[in-house]
């Protein structure tokens, strides 16, 4: 016999029994996102390689060594999205969203990058992300920081912390880069080889690197905050003010720049300690450059995105579940006439109680396999349509949870009602 196939390495099956958790969690993430009028845009999962490229930067290790690139028919170079910054702006610049106007978007769906699959990071992993483009100010940095809060508690994730940056403008950057190349080569042997490797080509991924032996260097390199451009200092402080008063914590982190190149200004990260080594829950930033970039009109851009399994994980932690799956009733149809008119039986009852959970007996059985079954899905009720029932239009209804109550009958007309009362009043 062959053997089975499995799961590519890092892209994980999301289980019945786990997905309900997930829903809860998307559900919850539309609403918050609904209640700041962010509109949805739906992307595609494959872009131009260049795409990326220009946008994350030909010198992140997203680019060079994480991306899933390959060459379509035609010879042109396609990427599985690694990100959805990129996409949502190239769609907004294709479609003509970003003439004179202001847009708050978001997307869901998977993302890919070739990474050591660990807890908390995967091959294939999902995203909720929101952009806002239009906007220059400081209060779309603090409108965005304060939806991602309103969301943690929404959700009862309570550990967690706000950590904040500024870039400056390209400008101030470029001058600081320059200063903390010269710093890292008087520190160079010290360096550990991926941070050799960035200090020509990209030194302010050094700040950001995770390796505790380079901590004591990192520690001694000098502060981008203290050679912020004067403009972004008034921005830096007007958004420290507005969370300030929107009674919203924050760190100042100044080692915090982001892995990617298109970022500016405002840089932010939602932190946990609960996760090990992946505590990032939520990042993003400014990106004011990045539109113009990619070829529109100069147009402000803000975002983030926030990564689903570290967020399911936390929350299954915790203890929480999402919305039950599991039947509210089975419906058991017992005998030929009872086979014959469970369907239609079945599709009354859920057009009557439109909420209820209400799984029909399919694949046959006599009544004891039926009963077995109905027990097993948990459902609170077993509905049993046999011959009698057929003929006098009844069903009866026993409890499967609750030894103490009996078995009633009821004129099917009146079912639905019952189930609701007596099925949808309890926690489920």
Partial sequence: MAKPFQAIRGMNDILPAESALWQALETTAREVLAAYSYQEIRLPLVEKTELFARSIGEVTDIVEKEMYTFDD???????????????????????GLLHNQIQRLWYIGPMFRYEKPQRGRYRQFHQIGAEAYGMVGPDIDAEL??????????????????????????????????????????????????SQRRLQTNPLRILDSKNPAM?????????????????????????????????????????????????????????????????????????????????????????????????????????????????????????????????ALAERLRDAGPALRLRMNCGGGGFKAQFRRA???????????????????????????DAQSPQITLPQDQVAAWLCVAALSKVS
């Fill in 215 to 343: 901590q004591p260097v990192i520690a001694e390199a000098p502060s981008l905050l203290d050679h912020l451009d004067a403009e972004s200092q008034a921005h830096f402080a007007a958004l420290q003010d507005l969370l300030d008063r929107a009674g919203i914590a924050y760190d100042i982190n100044p080692r915090l720049v982001r892995g990617l190149d298109y970022y500016s200004q405002t840089v932010f990260e939602w932190v946990t300690n609960t996760l090990g080594a992946q505590g990032t829950l939520c990042a993003g930033g400014r990106y004011d450059g990045l539109i113009e970039q990619l070829g529109g009109s100069a147009t402000g851009g803000i975002g983030f995105a926030m990564g689903l399994e570290r967020l399911v994980a936390m929350l299954a932690a915790a203890g929480r579940s999402g919305a039950d799956s599991v039947p509210h009733a089975y419906l058991i149809a017992v005998g030929d006439a009872a086979q014959r008119t469970v369907l």
């Fill in 145 to 194: 920081i304060s939806l991602t809060a309103r969301l943690w508690r929404r959700l009862g994730i309570r550990e967690v912390t706000l950590q904040l940056n500024s870039l400056g403008s390209s400008a101030a950057r470029a001058a600081y880069r320059e200063q903390l190349v010269a710093y890292f080569t008087t520190r160079q042997g010290e360096l550990d080889e991926d």
């Fill in 73 to 95: 028919r035609n010879g042109e170079s396609l990427t599985l999205r690694p990100e959805g910054t990129a996409g949502c702006v190239r769609a907004s610049i294709e479609h």
């Fill in 375 to 401: 027990d097993h899905s948990g459902a609170q009720f077993a509905l049993i349509l046999g011959e009698d029932e057929v003929n006098a239009g009844t069903v009866a209804i026993k409890p499967l949870r």
